[in-house]
């Protein structure tokens, strides 16, 4: 399909980034005559407002971009999955507690969290911006995989696996994880989708990537000021977050219909 | 569980989820560089005596313990003290902008519910019709476009292209200081509508989602075409049949979204100027304003949990299917 | 099976739909109807930030000065340019008339009898004495506060004068005074602890004896002034002054294009454009105050060496590497100059004809080389094995600011100066630049009309170099000879003598490299066609705001 199509070229766009892309992102080629230029045969996108070339910074911006959004999707979907599984598997006690402490960190808006986290923290790098996302956001995979997985032990061949005596995490491993496998993966595109989106969004609050370091949405907020006189240089990057989070949220829903518990993930919750 | 028992470990659940937040507000707050009067300090500001004069003053130079004893004590008798940029009741401030907050949520997930309900009702009827399709395509590209780009652009065409809304703000200052209450609500409704519509279409995708799953499993449903083939008008048939198992996605969508409501919607009220919760927030954590922001979320956390309790309630009632599974 | 017509499926949100537009139809009607029926005129100023407070000695934003500048009054009120030395360059406003005493240690002012505050009680040289005891009193912690040093007290001779007494004469005396002192009524604050002032009602509703008077107040909204028909000095032509928060750029713009604003204060990049462009909006240029700076962090050790920037060599080295010209071209277009000193083109006695240190990539090489830092292959510099680095911190919220650090990296990296780009919030940059947690900072000092208060940021600090003492000199930077100069300059009375003085100490302090003079941006507003502007100040544009002129909305 057409999405996934999309979603094939943009990663080969930003892994092969340092390969593909013409200049240095960060290189200022000739501040006073090279600023805002429009797209021409030397710069196929163009260059920025610092006289860079849009076209690499595109590409590495992909990069960037995608590498906050894959690192803490896979962060919330290993501690979401592990959390719900081991909630799933202890006792009654215990789970309620678990499942509470969950509740709990779900009430807390996000914003706050980020907000928090960097103020604290100070300067973020792309890394650890993904890890307090990643942090942020495992509470609904926990709860779909916990749900996912009371649900699956009323069936009978889990009660045949523990009536043969394997233990808890054999039978978490080879009979149950196969089932999750359809839901948690429509769930993490959904989320890889909608923390993409989370992080450009960030760029607005000043709490994204920061400069000079491209990643789509810093681009776009650099291009604000110059909306009239370089409106490319919004446009370019806005629509290939829009072609990608639109792709990844068509691949999600495809593949995960009939998950009522993917929940939208945004900046607030 | 019983209904008791459910409430009672929702109240419980409730102050945790307060109790939490505060303090880790806190801690993040404090644990930050800089305070309340850093801020300005790159500007001229203060000197550093009187700096120093007022972080005394405040019990800003007491260890991290003792800060934190002496504020929970207040809050948990209601005082949730005064600001520290103007010295302002920060019940008052709060208060203030919680209700400029739900107006604009509650209208924005009222427009989002509509739309979203909208177009699930039609890919879940109809989905292989031209106009289903073109409608999810265009909402999930509202949904997928950066929030501030969506309002910026709503802004430009809606408001300023068309000359027919305001381009921000809560209401026209002259008509709010002279005009008569009837012509002050207009004036508020008609400076509502473009920042709800940015909020509807953008959470519009979210519930259309939810809502396509809903319907598709019901109206694909042997009932359904049975109801049909007998003669039963396929419109009284959708609102009766169709609608009700939508019901509790629909509420399960609002209490997912409960934290957006009462907290916020930043992007679009700082485009828009609409001050409300989210601006607070972002506002007062910037300048270390730690009464604002904790009474902030106190309020914030109440709202969410109390609702969220509502709605698990009314879940509970809507849904038969519920009842059997048991907690 | 029937197909379910489209619109009748959604009766709900087809009404949802119609009722908004029946709200939106409604009320432009309503808002023409409105300049109709009032015949007032109103002026809008719209900016990004709110007041915090309308108190004057509470006051530190500029949007809070703009307020508190029309509620309230001053003995005497500058004329633009300000003129700082002496009393010629004040008009009466509160006081008609002041005389000195022949040892100018003291200047006695007589207050205008028919002077009244809002609410309707006669102005009284005991509100004067009042005012300045809130504005130094430590309770309050006033940001002025040290302003008011060097005046012994304020006395009052009978109900309608009040003498001013200072502990030693200097030439800037009246100034100091008439500048920073706004009278306040004593009747309605007296009883308030001095302490709890920003949350007592009068702070919710001041009264002050300006030419406007509060009419209401929505935080993060709107405040609106309405002008004062019975006032001393006349009532003003517009009837209202209204200021509206809009905390992005891009809509505060938009606001301004549509007619829903008057004023924005500034305006940059396709926003300077735009106003350029629009028929209903013109640019109105006004001077700044303002330079931005690139400072060292003297006392810090960087890449190796202890006090890397307190070698004269390396500073003049860096700052021949930069090409400030295009730097300030790119970032600022033409809405910008290079800065030549700690001062403005405003600064009283500004001299433009200053020995500058060029642009010269060759000597900055060498002399680095001459230091021991030299190139390898790889571009980088190095001595005994360490690379040549430093951080560039400033903070998010200035995209000026944002823009030059990521060019003068750049720069840098063309003599092989490695620079890493440090962004942090307002709060946290201000923690840094205090406790000295930084390398070299990118900031923008707004100066005062005075150009004695250099002594503030570039004067040695007295005593140890910690937060405490420093003031406003982050860089930590001392100069005994630059201290001696603008002591003897501040000192002097004779005009000319004192423009040569100031003239001598900029030269010191530029040729020593202090810092890196950046750019001095241009200030241009966008004003509505239909607001005529008068006098625009550089230390404070809305100064005469009851002045300014502005013709009513045609209703069509």
Partial sequence: MAALLTMSLVGIGAIGAPWLAPYDPTAQLDLLTLKNQTPSWRHWLGTDAFARDVLSRVLFGARTSLWVATLSTAIAMITGAAWGALAASVSPRWTHTMMGAVDVLRSIPRLLLLLGAIVAFGVMSPTLLAVVLGLTSWTSISRLVFTKIRELDTRAFVEAARALGLSRPVILRRHLAPHLLAPLGAAGTLLLADLLAIESGLSFLGLGVKAPMPSWGNMVQDAVPFLQSAGWLAAIPCLLIMATVGSASAVATHVGAGSHALAPASIYS | ?327 | MRRVRFLTATPRFVTVLALAAAAGCSSPEAKEGDDNRAATTTLTMVSAADADALIPPLVSTTQGKQVVDQLFDRLAEPVSPVETVGDGGFRPQLANGWSWSPDSLSIAFAINPKARWHDGIPVRAEDVRFSFALHTDPAVASPQRDAFEGIDSVTVRDSLTAVVWWHARHPEQFFQLAYNLLVMPEHLLASIARDSLGSSAFADRPVGSGRYRFERWARQQALVLTADRANYRGAPQVQRLIWVVAPDPAAANLRLLAGEADVLELVRGDAYVQARQSSRVRTVEYPSLDYGYLLFNYDRAVSGVPRLFADRTVRVALTQAIDRKAIVANALDSLGSVAMGPFTHATAGADTTLQQLAFDTAAASQALDARGWRRGADGLRRKGGRVLTFDLLFPSTSSTRQRMAVLLQEQFKRIGVTTTVTTVEPAVFGARLEEGTFDAALNVWRTDPSPSTVRQVWGSPRGSSSGANIGANFSRYRNATFDARIDSAAREFNPATRRALFRRAWQTIVDDAAAVWLYEPRNVAAVNRRVTPTDLRADAWWASLSAWQVEPTTPP
């Fill in chain 2, 1 to 327: 569980m019983t209904g008791g028992w459910r409430v009672g470990y929702r109240l419980g659940h409730a102050c945790a989820v307060i109790a939490t937040t505060l303090i880790l507000s806190f801690a993040l707050l404090h644990a930050a560089p800089g305070d309340a009067l850093a801020a300005d300090t790159a500007q001229g500001g203060r000197s550093p005596a009187a700096r120093a004069e007022i972080r005394r003053q405040r019990g800003l130079d007491q260890p991290f313990a003792v800060q934190l004893a002496h504020y929970l004590g207040r809050i948990g008798h209601g005082d949730l003290g005064r600001s520290y940029t103007d010295q302002r009741s920060v019940r008052v401030a709060v208060m203030e902008a919680l209700t400029r907050t739900l107006l604009l949520t509650g209208t924005g997930l009222l427009g989002a519910i509509a739309c979203g309900l909208l177009v699930g009702i039609l890919q879940g009827w109809r989905s292989d019709w031209w106009l289903s399709r073109a409608l999810g395509a265009a909402l999930t590209a509202v949904y997928a476009m950066p929030e501030f780009v969506l309002a910026l652009l709503l802004l430009s065409v809606l408001a300023y292209g068309t000359g027919w809304f305001p381009m921000g703000g809560m209401y026209d200052p002259l008509i709010w200081v002279t005009g008569t209450p009837m012509e002050r609500l207009l004036d508020t409704g008609h400076h509502l509508v473009v920042p709800a519509v940015t909020l509807a279409l953008g959470w519009g995708a979210a519930v259309s989602r939810h809502q396509r799953v809903a319907l598709l499993e019901t109206v694909g449903a042997d009932f359904m075409r049975t109801a049909v083939a007998k003669g039963v008008s396929p419109f009284r048939l959708l609102l009766r049949h169709g609608l009700r198992p939508s019901l509790p996605t629909v509420a399960a969508v609002i209490g997912l979204m409960l934290p957006v409501l009462a907290g916020g919607a930043v992007v679009v009220e700082m485009v828009f100027g609409w001050p409300g919760m989210g601006s607070l927030l972002v506002r007062a954590t910037a300048a270390r304003d730690v009464p604002m922001v904790g009474g902030a979320m106190v309020v914030i956390t109440t709202a969410v949990t109390l609702s969220s309790l509502a709605i698990d309630l009314a879940l509970h009632r809507l849904d038969p299917r519920q009842r059997v599974h048991a907690r």
